[in-house]
Nanobody, 126 residues
Framework: VQLQASGGGLAQAGGSLRLSCAASGRTFSTYGMAWFRQAPGKEREIVAAITWAGGGLYYANSVKGRFTISRDNAKNAVYLQMNSLKLEDTAVYYC????????????????????WGQGTQVTVSS
């Protein structure tokens, strides 16, 4: 699986952005996916994750209720809808694919994600 993230940009606080991650490879539908972010001077952190079949979801407390992760296996894509953006959401966002196929449960462990997209910058201004 190879990943290409897009959709980042500049948004005002309170606004919305939708990130997309396009995957290549016929086995995309068998991998759990996640979005991570890294702000300047901070460690990379998980934002949201979704199981391979889409039935399991995880959100970091900081984005719960504002962000929504989804996937379309027919289009080999995963999305992150970001609403009510805050200044602290400013970061480079990365999509990532699980190392393990058809993992039965959600994983939030960064080391369990073995394929990464190139990152897309999200900047939220006041």
């Amino acid at each position: 699986v190879q990943l290409q993230a897009s959709g980042g940009g500049l948004a005002q606080a309170g606004g919305s952005l939708r990130l997309s991650c396009a995957a290549s490879g016929r086995t995309f539908s068998t991998y759990g996916m996640a979005w991570f972010r890294q702000a300047p001077g901070k460690e990379r952190e998980i934002v949201a994750a979704i199981t391979w079949a889409g039935g399991g979801l995880y959100y970091a407390n900081s984005v719960k209720g504002r962000f929504t992760i989804s996937r379309d296996n027919a289009k080999n894509a995963v999305y992150l809808q970001m609403n009510s953006l805050k200044l602290e959401d400013t970061a480079v966002y990365y999509c990532a694919a699980d190392r393990e196929r058809v993992r039965p449960s959600i994983t939030m462990i960064q080391g369990n994600y073995g394929t990464w997209g190139q990152g897309t910058q999200v900047t939220v201004s006041s």
